[in-house]
C-alpha cells in the first residue's frame, strides 16, 4: 500500500512538473486549449485522479483555468504566481530572459538594502556568527558551484538576522531566482569572487552595527551585479 501511495506521489508531482514547466517555459502558449481530462491522461499515462489533483495544483498557481464551455486553457502570464517557488524554478530552468534578470534586480534592490538595515539593528550574537561563517565559506571557495552555496547562505543568513519572519520566509521564496542569479553572475566575472569586498562591507556594517553603511554596501553589491550581468549578456 505505501508503496502504491509512493508511486502515485511520484506521478502526480510529475504531472505537475511536465504541464507547469511547458507553460512557463513558452511550449503551451497563453490560452492554448489543453486536451480533455480523457485524453490527456491516456496521453501521459497517468490514472484521471491523478491527473486532477495535478491540475488543481497548476490551477492554485495561476497555471491554467477551467471553464465549462471550453475546457481548460493555460492563463496569461499576469494570472501566474511569480513568486510560487516551482513557478520561479521553471522560469530559472531555462535561460532567464533580460527582462526577467532585470526584474530580479529590481527586487533585490527594494528587499536587501532594507533588509541588510534592519539586520544591523537587530542581529544577535549567534545570527552574526552565521553570516561571519558564510562570508568565510565565500573567502575559502574553490570553485563556482561553492561559490555560490555560500554566497545563498550568505543572504540567507542576513534575511534571518533581520528578526523578522516576513522577511525571512521570503528566502525560500525566491532561493531559486537568486541561486541562478549568482551563479550567472559570478560566471560572467573574470573572478567569480568579484563581489567579496561587498559582502565583507556588509558583514562589517552589520558587525559594527551600522545601518546606513550596511544598505550602502549592499547597493553596491546589486549595482555591480547588474553591471556584471549587462556586460555578459553583450558578450
Keep these: 500500500m505505501a508503496l502504491k501511495a509512493a508511486s502515485a506521489r511520484n506521478l502526480h508531482a510529475q504531472v505537475i512538473e511536465d504541464i507547469g514547466s511547458s507553460i512557463v517555459g513558452g511550449v503551451l502558449q497563453p490560452g492554448e486549449a489543453l486536451p480533455g481530462e480523457s485524453q490527456l491522461a491516456g496521453q501521459m499515462e497517468v490514472s484521471r485522479t491523478v491527473l486532477r489533483e495535478a491540475l488543481k495544483v497548476l490551477a492554485s498557481k495561476g497555471l491554467i483555468e477551467t471553464r465549462q464551455k471550453t475546457g481548460m486553457r493555460v492563463r496569461e ?21 533580460d527582462d526577467f534578470v532585470e526584474k530580479l534586480v529590481e527586487m533585490r534592490g527594494i528587499i536587501e538594502p532594507a533588509a541588510v538595515m534592519a539586520a544591523a539593528r537587530r542581529r544577535d550574537p549567534a545570527q552574526l556568527e552565521t553570516i561571519a561563517e558564510a562570508l568565510e565559506a565565500m573567502e575559502e571557495a574553490e570553485d563556482l ?36 542569479f549568482f551563479v550567472m553572475s559570478a560566471r560572467n566575472a573574470k573572478n567569480f569572487k568579484y563581489s567579496l569586498p561587498q559582502h565583507r562591507a556588509v558583514y562589517e556594517a552589520i558587525r559594527r552595527r551600522r545601518p546606513n553603511e550596511a544598505a550602502a554596501a549592499m547597493h553596491s553589491m546589486i549595482a555591480d551585479s547588474r553591471t556584471n550581468m549587462r556586460k555578459g549578456r553583450r558578450g
Design 77 to 97: 502570464p499576469r494570472h501566474w504566481n511569480h513568486l510560487d517557488a516551482d513557478v520561479l524554478a521553471w522560469r530559472c530552468a531555462t535561460m532567464p530572459t
Design 145 to 180: 558551484d561553492a561559490w555560490a552555496e555560500a554566497d545563498l547562505r550568505f543572504h540567507e543568513a542576513v534575511l534571518a538576522a533581520t528578526n523578522n519572519e516576513l522577511l525571512s520566509s521570503l528566502f525560500a521564496v525566491i532561493e531559486t531566482a537568486l541561486a541562478t
